[in-house]
């Protein structure tokens, strides 16, 4: 069964440390990985995606990286302010028949940013 | 460019009553996702349109159903609701390839009492 654990599942930080988040999946055959950021009452929101080849990818502040061999990804946040406050969720896509893919969702990293 | 419009935001239904969300992806994606999310289960999968053909489908009831137009927006139908359907349901839409990424709407926050 396709599964996506994260960790923690919540977190606090003061405003300007760094923190990192982990994404473990067992999902096959693999296509790719992303790591959505989600506002409360809002919809999720692409932060980067990663196929098997590609070891980091950067958007801003944020830096995701991937091993396809231990199936692990952390996304790592970097001078971390307020508005950085949300759910971090890592979805991991698998290769299915046809172009078809299907999704496996974790439940998401809780990040609370405090002065 | 327009995102993913979905509506309404927000719905209050009492038990046994029906319910229709609508989304409307954007403009050129043929591919529409539903999500129910819900705080202790994260996102769930509940089916993906194609072109007007449901392409997949999740472990959900037959309560829910749902279907897509030649426009390519789409509809989720929610009968007999239960208070466990409360939940934010989210739609997402995507060019339709593997590889695509997903553009998620704001969600519907459904209320069941």
């Known amino acids: 069964k396709n599964q996506v654990e994260q960790s923690p599942q919540s977190l606090i930080i003061l405003e300007g440390k760094n923190c990192t988040l982990q994404?473990?999946?067992?999902?096959?055959?693999?296509?790719?990985l992303r790591w959505y950021k989600q506002d409360t009452g809002r919809g999720p929101v692409s932060l980067t995606i990663?196929?098997?080849?590609?070891n980091t990818k950067s958007n801003g502040r944020y830096t995701a990286t991937l091993d396809a061999d231990t199936k692990q990804s952390s996304l790592h946040i970097t001078a971390s302010q307020l508005s950085d406050s949300a759910s971090y969720i890592c979805?991991?896509?698998?290769?299915?028949?046809?172009?078809?893919?299907?999704?496996?969702f974790g439940t998401g990293t809780r990040l609370q940013v405090t002065l | 460019k327009a995102g993913v419009t979905q509506t309404p935001r927000y719905l209050i239904k009492t038990r046994g009553q029906q319910v229709t969300l609508s989304c409307s992806p954007i403009?050129?994606?043929?591919?529409v996702s539903w999500y129910q999310q819900t705080p202790g289960q994260g996102l769930q999968f509940l089916f993906e349109?194609?072109?007007?053909?449901?392409?997949n489908k999740g472990n959900f009831p037959g309560r829910f159903s749902g279907r897509q137009f030649s426009n390519s927006r789409s509809e989720m139908n929610v009968s007999t609701l239960e208070l466990g359907d409360s939940a934010l349901y989210l739609c997402?839409?995507?060019?339709?390839?593997?590889?695509?990424?997903?553009?998620f709407g704001q969600g519907t926050r459904l209320t069941v009492v």
């Open positions: 997402a839409s995507s060019l339709g390839a593997s590889s695509a990424e997903a553009f």
């Open positions: 994404c473990n999946y067992t999902v096959s055959p693999f296509s790719n």
């Open positions: 990663m196929t098997f080849s590609e």
């Open positions: 979805v991991v896509s698998a290769r299915d028949t046809g172009t078809a893919s299907k999704l496996t």
């Open positions: 403009s050129g994606h043929r591919s």
């Open positions: 349109y194609f072109s007007e053909t449901q392409r």
